[in-house]
């Protein structure tokens, strides 16, 4: 008869936290969402974790190349340990790659940004980016988060769920990102209504300005998927959007085994994509 213990999940009760992974997590946690780069006060005060203890914990985290500081020694950034542990999620994500020779495609038939990204929380964050080939292009990166409400990745999501799941969802009230971001409660319902009506959500200068996106989901996958196209409002000239919208629309067909993009005839991309179908079957 075997004689070990009964999980904590299997018994029903909650697992206990270890507090020193607790605190590496928390301190990962908050480097990997600032801009600044805080200092041992600023970040004790945050995490409420004694100076004394969060002093050796960055000084060992440091040595492993998880934190690195700047040329004072005094303020703290993320390591490009990170980096590697977290690029390898998205390298590794089926959805993530079964979309990559779509990502392509969409890339090469406009020539402007591509993201995928994935709603995780309020916010929504980039698995993948294909960047733009003009010399005015959309500044973004690999992790980044942008709060879902103002991101029109996060609402083409947010638009194929129920009304009170953007309720719990979002962190209300919403923050403001621009002038233009939606932060009442019943004009973003009517953005998503209209979203959900046409089958794609589009922005102008919401969440970023100068920028204009629209986006679809992504059917089939684990998770709370979209794909978009991010492209300074210089060149969205009238019906940019709506061309844009039907190559999205176009490629969430072909990630669904429904369709084969036009005008994507290359060897790669067919193999690739008779792969994802195969899969599938």
Known sequence: MSTDPTPPAESGRTPTPVKSADRVLLVLESLGSRRDRPTLTMLSDELGIPLSSLHGLLRTMQNRGWVETDETGSRYSI?????????AYAREDEAVVAARAVMDWLSDETGETV???????????????????????VHSSIGQRIPAHAASLGKAILAEQPEDFAVKTLSWPLVSLTPNTIVEREALFGDLARSRERGYAAEREESDTGLGCVAVTVADTAHLDALSFAVPVARLEEGRIEELAGLLLEAKAVLAGTATPRGARSPEFLGNLTALNDKRE
């Open 79 to 87: 390591g490009v340990r990170a980096l590697l542990i977290g690029s």
């Open 115 to 137: 993201h995928y990204g994935r709603l995780e929380g309020s916010d929504v964050v980039y698995l993948a980016k294909r960047e733009s080939k003009f010399a005015v292009r």
